[in-house]
């Protein structure tokens, strides 16, 4: 005789088999009722049933004997031999709950909604899908939150909600970004696009609510962050919630306190106003497409502050933010965004392993024979980097200093460099913000700094002075105060007083290497107002004319030589005077040896 014992302590609710019964192997023939929760019991082996021991509603103990049954030689049906119940679904077969989940998502999608892509595609931009899509890793994108709708529930019916604002406005989720290159762990990234299909873009009170979600995500597994802000601030048709300001909401400071910890890229197209723009402000990077107009309160917002009438494209657009610091990439359309925004995340993920180094030899001849003469110093940045590795960030603003990010031996890392070009080199107010900012940059994100070095000083003037010059290039000396990251400098020809103090991290022992190639030259001021100043009594007790002018050129060539980098090394002042084309060697062997450095959460200022 066999006997079937109770699985565990529960309430008898089934009995779908009889005395006498021929039951099978796998063979559902009872049904258990635990915590609100059905449990099947099936037979052991095939089996003639001789006696059910208890009824429906009876409670049994685990292990009870619930029936006896006898062996049974009689073969089970085919089916039943497969281990499949008589509620297996046919292969294929979707279920209903399955399918009205299935159904929910298709109305997320872009082909549900063709007349808001089409009006989209019209204007000459993507779709939030279509820039997700292009900036992720094929198949990689895990979407969050896709099935909210707009918190109006009470002034439009569920049909509308749902075939009019899919996701509520937002779409956000977690992809890898470069994951073929840098491996999934290293790759991992939040993303979060506004739907300027749905709503125009604004923020209701769900997609806050997802993107605090992705932000806290980001912030505690250290994921970058990639934004698409396009959009026109708050929204205030959300009535569903029993708020009066909304002021509460955790989004922006859930935004800024990502700053120092993880990368932020944020790309604006279109138009970009209010809560979408301070979001966008917060951002490590700001891409923007020349189209695109971004500003703290869009046309209705001026216009109700009694500001004038003003239409969208009036209202700060990229080409003047490009100008004052706004926007550090200017870009032609959102497909050139995405492949920067890759590019940009690409170098705080880690290093490369191939890579083609330029001709060293040709930096030998960057720097001009004649020392009055400009050139561009960033031709010596794409002698001494990987080919192609060079991103030049924020170029139409502070273009005293240029900055950006590059690789050498495939090692990442942030380089700025004086443009000789722009008042012969001289550091103003915006360069050194510029310059300032960026070492911030670097410092919370753990990557090593070069510095090419040709400036005569900190630019003077009394015009200068009056743009608070005094307070601007000091940034330059604190932000290089608080560097934990290598640090190398290299000058390239002009070296004077403080302005090459404070590119060299703020002197010239503060760098973890102080070299200079030949064409070097070095001194407290710039030699020309030194000879001016410092022998003016000489000067002027000769009579103007060639006497005067001759003996300023022989003082003048007096200084120069006494300043060239070769006697700045024979007093130690620098570290080493190099050959140019030794230049990328130098640098591979620091990087090399320089230690990975996590980030640490230290501030990077907005400007």
């Not at 063709?114 to 900036?135: F, Q, S, Y």
């Not at 990639?226 to 708050?234: K, R, T």
């Not at 130690?572 to 050959?579: G, Q």
Request: proline share 6%; hydrophobic share 45%.
């Amino acid at each position: 005789m066999t006997v079937l014992r109770a699985p565990l302590q529960a309430q008898v609710v089934q009995w779908l088999v009889q005395p006498g019964s021929v039951v099978h192997e796998g063979e559902v023939v009872l049904i258990l009722e635990a915590m609100k929760m059905e449990h099947e019991v099936r037979a052991p082996a095939t089996l003639r049933v001789r006696e059910l021991l208890y009824t429906p509603g009876e409670t049994v103990d685990e292990g009870q004997i619930l029936w006896t049954a006898e062996p049974e030689t009689a073969q089970p049906p085919a089916r039943l031999q497969t281990g499949q119940d008589d509620e297996a679904a046919a292969p294929g077969t979707v279920r209903a709950d399955l399918q009205r989940v299935l159904d929910r998502h298709a109305l997320t999608r872009d082909e549900q909604r063709p007349e808001a892509v089409a009006r989209r595609h019209a204007l000459g931009l993507r779709t939030a899908r279509e820039n997700i899509a292009d900036l992720c890793d094929p198949g990689s994108f895990d979407e969050y939150g896709a099935l909210a709708v707009a918190a109006q529930s009470t002034r439009r019916s569920e049909d509308d909600l749902l075939r009019n604002t899919p996701a509520d406005g937002m779409v956000t989720g977690i992809a890898s970004i470069n994951g073929a290159v840098f491996g999934p762990e290293r790759s991992r990234a939040a993303v979060m696009a506004y739907d300027a299909t749905v709503l125009a873009g604004t923020q209701g009170w769900r997609n806050h609510q997802k993107t605090d979600r992705m932000l806290g995500l980001a912030l505690r597994n250290r994921w970058p962050v990639v934004l698409f802000a396009e959009g026109g601030g708050g929204r205030p048709g959300d009535v569903d919630m029993p708020i009066v300001a909304g002021l509460h909401v955790p989004t922006f400071a859930s935004f800024a306190r990502l700053n120092g910890h993880v990368p932020t890229v944020g790309i604006a197209a279109g138009r970009c106003f209010a809560g979408n723009a301070a979001l966008l402000g917060c951002c490590d990077l700001i891409i923007a497409t020349r189209d695109a107009n971004i500003g703290m309160g869009g046309p209705a917002m001026v216009e109700g502050g009694g500001m004038g009438r003003f239409a969208p494209e009036e209202i700060g657009p990229a080409a003047d933010l490009h100008r004052n610091g706004v926007v550090d990439l200017l870009v032609d359309d959102e497909a050139q965004a995405v492949a920067q925004a890759r590019q940009y995340l690409s170098y705080f993920q880690g290093p490369l392993s191939q890579w083609d180094a330029p001709e060293a030899q040709a930096l030998r001849q960057v720097v001009p024979e004649n020392r009055l003469r400009a050139y561009d110093t960033r031709a010596a940045l794409h002698g001494i980097a990987d080919l192609g590795s060079v991103m030049e960030l924020r170029t139409g603003f502070g273009i005293g200093i240029h900055t950006g990010l590059a690789r050498i031996e495939g090692r990442p890392f942030g380089w700025m460099a004086n443009n000789p070009s722009h008042l012969g080199g001289a550091i103003d107010a915006d360069a050194a913000d510029k310059a300032a900012r960026f070492m911030q940059l670097c410092n919370a994100h753990g990557l090593p700094m070069l510095s090419l070095v040709d400036t005569p000083g900190f630019m003077v003037g009394p015009d200068i002075e009056r743009r608070a010059q005094v307070r601007h290039v000091s940034r330059m000396f604190i932000a290089a105060a608080h560097l934990r990251v290598p640090f190398f400098s290299v000058v390239l020809r002009k070296g004077y007083g403080l302005g090459a103090m404070a590119m060299a991290a703020g002197g010239f022992h503060s760098p973890d290497f102080m070299i200079a190639w030949p064409t070097g030259e070095f001194g407290g001021m710039g030699l020309e107002g030194a000879v001016k100043l410092g022998y003016r009594k000489e000067l002027e007790a000769q009579p103007e004319g060639p006497a005067r002018e001759t003996l300023y050129e022989q003082l003048l060539a007096k200084h120069y030589e006494s300043g060239q980098a070769l006697r700045m090394a024979q007093t130690l002042e620098i570290d080493a005077v190099i050959d140019p084309a030794e230049t990328r060697g130098w640098l591979a062997r620091a990087l090399a040896a320089a230690p990975l450095l996590p980030r640490d959460g230290r501030m990077v200022d907005s400007w």
